[in-house]
C-alpha cells in the first residue's frame, strides 16, 4: 500500500462550494481507476473546527503503478490547472484495517502525523503505532483505518474514516465528500510486513 496527499489551502474567502461541486461532478471519475484501492475527497472550511479552507484529497494505493498513473496523466493534471502544482506527501504503507462500520459511507476523516524522535527505536516506534490503529479500527463507528510511514522524514501518518460526525481520534478533521475505492477490498489488511 502507498498513501499519497496533497493539500490545497484557499485563501479565507473562498467558496468551497467550488470544491463541493467539483467533487460531484468529477469525483466519479476514479470509482474504477486501476490500481487505487481507495480516495477519500477531504475538505476542511475556516471556521468549522479548522483555520484554513483546504481541499485535501488522500488516495491508498494498491500499486505504485496506479498512483504514477494518475501523477502523470490527465487526472492530476487536472488538479495543477485549476489549483496551481501542490506538494504531493507520500508514505509508505503500514497497516491496514476495516472497522465495524466498513459498510457504511464515510461521513468525516482525521488524519494524524507524528514524528519518530531521533532517540525512539524506528522498530518501536513502528509497533505502537500500528497497536493504535488497530485499536482505532475497532471502534464504534470506524469505516477503515491505515498507518503509513515517510523514512525520509520519519513522520507517522494515520488515516481513520468515520461514519458520523463526531470521530474519538486525535488529529486534523476532515469532511469527506466522496469515495473512489475501486480496490478497497484488495488492500492488503493487517500489518505490512
Known amino acids: 500500500m502507498h498513501a499519497m496527499q496533497y493539500r490545497i489551502t484557499l485563501p479565507a474567502d473562498y467558496d468551497m462550494g467550488i470544491v463541493r461541486r467539483r ?5 466519479h471519475l476514479l470509482d474504477d481507476f486501476p490500481g487505487l484501492g481507495l480516495k477519500a ?12 479552507n483546504q481541499y485535501a484529497p488522500l488516495y491508498l494505493w494498491n500499486a505504485a ?7 502523470w496523466g490527465p487526472g492530476f493534471q487536472g488538479i ?9 506527501e507520500h508514505w509508505s504503507g ?9 459498510a457504511a459511507p464515510a461521513r468525516t476523516a482525521v488524519r494524524r502525523t507524528t514524528r519518530v524522535p531521533a532517540e525512539v527505536s524506528p522498530g518501536e516506534a513502528v509497533a505502537g503505532a500500528v ?9 464504534d463507528g470506524v469505516v477503515c483505518a491505515a498507518l503509513a510511514v515517510d523514512p525520509r522524514r520519519w513522520e507517522l501518518m494515520e488515516l481513520t474514516l468515520w461514519e458520523h460526525g463526531a470521530p474519538a481520534a486525535a488529529g486534523e478533521r476532515y469532511r469527506v465528500l466522496h469515495v473512489s475505492a475501486p480496490g478497497r477490498a ?4 493487517g500489518r505490512h510486513w
Open 23 to 27: 467533487v460531484a461532478t468529477r469525483g
Open 94 to 102: 503500514l497497516f491496514f484495517a476495516d472497522g465495524p462500520s466498513a
Open 65 to 71: 503503478e496506479g498512483m504514477n498513473a494518475f501523477l
Open 186 to 189: 484488495a488492500l492488503r489488511r
Open 80 to 88: 495543477v490547472d485549476d489549483f496551481g502544482r501542490p506538494a504531493v
Open 41 to 52: 475527497y477531504l475538505t476542511r472550511e475556516r471556521g468549522d473546527d479548522s483555520p484554513v
Open 131 to 139: 497497536a493504535e490503529t488497530e485499536r482505532l479500527a475497532g471502534l
